[in-house]
Structure formats: structure tokens, C-alpha cells
């Protein structure tokens, strides 16, 4: 396996991209080359099989995708590319304000992507902006524990 993370970000206001950037940071001391993509412009041929993927994505409207995700999430549900090989964890941001689609857009991902034969590596992480929490705050405690298991087995680790 790599050592290699691709962060996917979708965004309306910026959360999920500090996110992603605590993300990346956290994996780069770990030695594990992340890079962090905006999804603007992307679709699913950005999904590679025997790569490692961290999508950070929020929630809109009324439990949509962002409007710079769209791309990504429609060719995945048009197109059925498959998965088989992609390995994946989802930061979610939603606000439990919004009872009936609190985090779904990430949810909506984690269905597509494992429909298609992607594989998710540990639980999503569910932010709730009501929670009084910073995201990147959570995402940086998450994302120590998500790595270990996502690269966990590697031959190419450095020593401890
Ligand atoms: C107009 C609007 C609609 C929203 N709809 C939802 C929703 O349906 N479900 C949810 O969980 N959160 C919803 N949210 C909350 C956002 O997902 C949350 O504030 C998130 O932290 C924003 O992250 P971002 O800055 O990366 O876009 C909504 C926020 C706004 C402003």
C-alpha cells in the first residue's frame, strides 16, 4: 500500500476545507503524502482503485451535496464506475438543526461509494455545528485514529 491520501473537499463556507487541511497536516507527520483537492470541477474518474481517499464534505439544502461536490457525486450515481480497490473515510459537517438531513450528504457519499465496491476503513465522523465543537478541532482528534487504521500494515512504514 502507499503512503498516499488524497483529501476531497466539498465546501459551501470553508469548514470542510480547514478540515482538510488539519487532515493533511496530521497525515504529513505521520510521512503520508496527502493531498488536498477541492472537488470543483472533478467526477468520479477522480477515484482511482488502490488509493486511499478522506472526503471532507458539508451538508446544503435540504440534505444535498455541496454545489462544488455535485460533480463528483452525480457522475459516481450516472456513471456506476467501479470501486473495487478504493479505500475511503468521510468527515461529515451538518448541523442537528437540520433533524431530518443532518449529515447526509455524507452519508449520500458513503452509499454511492460503497455501492460501487469502494471500501470505507472506520466509522464517519459526524460534526454537528449546534455541538459548540470547532470541526477541524474534531477532525484533528478523528483523523490521528482514522490514519492509524487506514495505512495500518503498511510494509513502507518508517520505524517506530
Ligand atoms: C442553507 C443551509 C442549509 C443547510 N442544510 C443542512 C442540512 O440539510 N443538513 C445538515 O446536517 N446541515 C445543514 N447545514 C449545516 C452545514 O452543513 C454546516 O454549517 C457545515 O458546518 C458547513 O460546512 P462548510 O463551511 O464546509 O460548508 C446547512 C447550512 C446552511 C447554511
Same mark, same amino acid.
Given at each position: 500500500?502507499? %503512503? @498516499?491520501?488524497?483529501?476531497?473537499?466539498?465546501?459551501?463556507?470553508?469548514?470542510?476545507?480547514?478540515? @482538510?487541511?488539519?487532515?493533511? +497536516?496530521?497525515?504529513?507527520?505521520?510521512?503520508?503524502?496527502?493531498?488536498?483537492?477541492?472537488?470543483?470541477?472533478?467526477?468520479?474518474?477522480?477515484? !482511482?482503485?488502490?488509493?486511499?481517499?478522506?472526503?471532507?464534505?458539508?451538508?446544503?439544502?435540504?440534505?444535498?451535496?455541496?454545489?462544488?461536490?455535485?460533480? !463528483?457525486?452525480?457522475?459516481?450515481? %450516472?456513471?456506476?464506475?467501479?470501486?473495487?480497490? *478504493?479505500?475511503?473515510?468521510? *468527515?461529515?459537517?451538518?448541523?442537528?438543526?437540520?433533524?431530518?438531513?443532518?449529515? +447526509?450528504?455524507?452519508?449520500?457519499?458513503?452509499?454511492?461509494?460503497?455501492?460501487?465496491?469502494?471500501?470505507? !476503513?472506520?466509522?464517519?465522523?459526524?460534526?454537528?455545528?449546534?455541538?459548540?465543537?470547532?470541526?477541524?478541532?474534531?477532525?484533528?482528534?478523528?483523523?490521528? @485514529?482514522?490514519?492509524?487504521?487506514?495505512?495500518?500494515?503498511?510494509?513502507?512504514?518508517?520505524?517506530?
Amino acid at each position: 500500500m502507499t %503512503r @498516499a491520501l488524497t483529501i476531497l473537499v466539498g465546501t459551501t463556507t470553508g469548514n470542510a476545507q480547514y478540515c @482538510a487541511e488539519e487532515s493533511a +497536516f496530521r497525515a504529513q507527520a505521520l510521512e503520508i503524502a496527502a493531498e488536498v483537492k477541492p472537488m470543483d470541477g472533478l467526477d468520479a474518474t477522480v477515484f !482511482v482503485p488502490g488509493q486511499t481517499y478522506l472526503l471532507c464534505i458539508s451538508t446544503y439544502g435540504q440534505g444535498d451535496v455541496p454545489d462544488n461536490a455535485r460533480g !463528483v457525486y452525480e457522475t459516481l450515481i %450516472r456513471d456506476k464506475p467501479a470501486l473495487s480497490g *478504493v479505500r475511503y473515510g468521510i *468527515v461529515s459537517l451538518g448541523d442537528s438543526s437540520h433533524a431530518q438531513t443532518f449529515c +447526509f450528504a455524507g452519508r449520500r457519499f458513503d452509499n454511492a461509494l460503497s455501492k460501487l465496491g469502494a471500501v470505507r !476503513v472506520g466509522e464517519i465522523l459526524n460534526h454537528d455545528a449546534s455541538s459548540g465543537t470547532m470541526p477541524e478541532e474534531a477532525t484533528a482528534a478523528w483523523a490521528m @485514529a482514522w490514519l492509524a487504521q487506514a495505512f495500518e500494515g503498511d510494509s513502507t512504514a518508517p520505524a517506530q
